[in-house]
């Protein structure tokens, strides 16, 4: 399995929304309630996508030109030198297959996180084991979710 990585095209955007909205009602839905799911997931359309990728390097992986997986990262409210990670999803059939780590490498080896002295991560609870096994800690010693039911997760990479 060869997992490739590019940059989001505009055309993109109604096959991430679909892996999206799949992957949060097949792998979230174990966490959250299929109401607040709806909500990201009305939330999560095509436009959305289009506007993040003009503000963040968001990229596509895909298997054999098909989009498995998702990620971006893009600055941190504009403070310099920090910046967040966003918008990562993984189709889940594949889930547990390395295709995530892909990922997180993917992004970690953008000029993004080169550049950063802290990255941040808004991570569901669904994905918090898997966040944490890639070096990523939870902020100020979180231990549950906040009020948008997520963790802030973050990392300070060292530029040797």
Request: proline letters at 4%; a neutral charge; zero cysteines.
């Amino acid at each position: 399995m060869e997992i490739k990585s590019r940059l989001f095209k505009d055309t993109d955007a109604s096959k991430v929304t679909q892996l999206i909205s799949r992957t949060l009602m097949t792998t979230n839905i174990h966490d959250y309630s299929k109401e607040y799911l709806e909500h990201e997931i009305n939330r999560l359309n095509e436009a959305f996508f289009i506007q993040k990728a003009q503000q963040t390097h968001f990229y596509v992986f895909t298997i054999d030109q098909t989009i498995v997986g998702t990620g971006a990262i893009g600055k941190y409210w504009n403070i310099p030198q920090e910046f967040s990670l966003f918008t990562i999803f993984v189709e889940p059939n594949l889930q547990g297959q390395g295709v995530g780590k892909f990922i997180i490498q993917t992004l970690e080896n953008d000029p993004y996180f080169k550049a950063a002295t802290r990255v941040e991560i808004p991570a569901s609870i669904t994905a918090l084991g898997f966040y944490k096994k890639m070096g990523y800690q939870p902020k100020k010693e979180q231990t549950k979710p906040d009020t948008e039911e997520l963790f802030r997760l973050e990392k300070y990479p060292s530029h040797d």
